[in-house]
């Protein structure tokens, strides 16, 4: 009789708990990794069928014949309790989805057509950890135990996120005018939120991503960045900077007001010449008359300027314009973190990410329209034709790693700005309520060892959150075009 013999003996005679713990660590081993095995490495179901096997051979033990061999016995009711526990699962996984298919099914067409042009935006405007539930659950299509491990959660807890985040979209929507429960918005979100992907895209994308990747991977501004970002990796830094800052002045009127600018310094520091002579004028007299005269004729074509705008902004369907006066510029020192109510509140806690290199803050404070952020790939696209593959399979590694995007792209070139100049203040200029929903607003932005910028921001109110909106028309010419 073996030793295994002898403690099952002992645990059904005795009812030694001793006994069958000598049993449990002599097979554990065999037990859980035949289990491990079968289930394709599914660590918690096969910590379950261990569980299983275990509490089986318990009950069972007074019925197992004097001469068996456990480890037999063992491994055979293991591959029986993981194929029962298999197709458990399986059956859950398809209750699930019949059920999901059939609460889509009693929704109409026409209530998934008012739900679809909405939900990505809805989606959006959720907190960022609910954001990443909805996502995981209904476009990833993992289970609750896989969404609790990811979210570092129970799976208790990961329900009841998920819960949540449906019942904030479910507001969301009702809002809006559509009435659904969420039940069928869960349904419906099942149902349609993830399209049947084109046969070819996947090598496509890939092929391109790795270009994109790859882009800026160019000495100059592997340099550039090595100067200004000391905290962020600079590989992965460099394909984020070719998606250019959200904003960009219009280069005539900047011109313009740079020349004037400069001009009306060095006349104000010019020193005041003597009278002129009754003969002819001396050359400092002169020059300070060119001068003024420049300065005169730069005043004419921003005045120009300034009225063709205004014509154009008037032939615009804008339902209501509010410009305000200048206000007192507000120092970087004072901007905080003060959230996303309105848009003022949205604008400085933009620049306060940017400031503090707050990436996540600056995610949530914006909104790239899908045109945009392909717009910005076709051009790193373009570039990557010139980057070393090599080098581009490492970017392209560190920015999976990280998780980072066209927003990391618009945020990082202004946190260089910012170390290598310094933002010193900002005054907003003009305010334009465009919709009830959507506002404008213009500011100068300073800085301690750089001109002044002007630059224009587009705000969307998303539920009860304000953001940034980068459309096509935001970015610049050469990449609109």
Request: hydrophobic share 45%; proline share 5%.
């Amino acid at each position: 009789m073996t030793d295994a013999n002898q403690l099952l003996r002992a645990y059904v005679a005795e009812n030694s708990e001793e006994a069958f713990r000598g049993l449990v660590e002599g097979h554990i081993g065999l037990v859980y990794s035949t289990a491990l095995r079968i289930v394709r490495g599914d660590v918690a179901l096969a910590r379950d069928i261990t569980q299983i096997v275990f509490t089986d051979l318990a009950r069972k033990a007074g019925t197992l014949p004097a001469d068996v061999v456990l480890s037999g016995w063992l491994h055979r009711h293991t591959n029986f309790t993981a194929s029962k526990v298999l197709r458990s699962e399986s059956r859950r996984r398809m209750r699930e989805k019949e059920a999901a298919e059939m609460n889509a099914d009693k929704e109409s067409d026409t209530v998934w057509e008012q739900l679809m042009p909405q939900l990505d935006a809805a989606i959006g405007s959720l907190p960022a950890r609910d954001r990443d539930a909805v996502v995981m659950r209904f476009f990833d299509k993992q289970d609750f135990r896989s969404l609790a491990s990811s979210l570092k959660l129970s799976e208790d807890a990961a329900q009841k996120r998920v819960s949540r985040a449906l019942e904030k979209l479910r507001r969301y929507f009702e809002r809006r005018g559509v009435a659904v429960s969420t039940v069928t918005l869960s349904g419906l979100i099942t149902a349609h939120a993830v399209s049947a992907v084109p046969a070819t895209l996947a090598s496509a994308v890939a092929g391109a991503a790795v270009a994109q990747a790859g882009a800026a991977a160019t000495p100059f501004l592997i340099s550039l960045f090595m100067a200004n970002i000391k905290t962020v990796a600079v590989s992965a830094v460099i394909v984020a900077a070719v998606t250019i800052p959200v904003v960009f002045q219009h280069n005539s009127i900047a011109r313009l007001r740079a020349d004037n600018q400069r001009l009306q310094q060095q006349i104000a520091t010019q020193a005041e010449p003597p009278p002129a002579p009754a003969i002819a004028p001396s050359a400092d007299n002169r020059e300070l008359l060119q001068l003024r005269a420049e300065v005169a004729r730069l005043r004419r074509e921003q005045m120009q300027m300034a009225k063709v705008e205004g014509e154009k902004k008037s032939s615009s369907p804008i339902t209501q314009a509010v410009p305000s006066g200048p206000q007192e510029s507000v120092p970087s020192e004072t901007w905080a973190d003060r959230g996303f109510a309105t848009p003022m509140d949205t604008l400085q806690t933009a620049h306060w990410a940017i400031r503090n290199a707050n990436v996540e803050k600056f995610r949530e404070s914006i909104m790239i329209t899908d045109d945009a952020r392909r717009k910005l790939h076709d051009v790193i696209a373009k570039m990557a034709a010139k980057a070393d593959p090599a080098e581009a399979a490492k970017v392209l590694d560190e920015i999976e790693k990280r998780g980072w995007d066209a927003e990391e792209g618009l945020l990082f070139p202004m946190i260089a700005q910012n170390q290598k100049h310094g933002y010193k203040s900002y005054r907003v200029l003009t305010e334009n309520v465009t919709q009830p929903d959507e506002q404008q607003i213009t500011i100068q932005l300073e800085m301690n060892t750089a001109p002044a910028e002007t630059r224009q921001f587009h705000f969307k109110q998303f539920g009860n959150a304000w953001k940034q909106v980068i459309d096509v028309a935001d970015l610049p010419p050469e990449v609109r075009n």
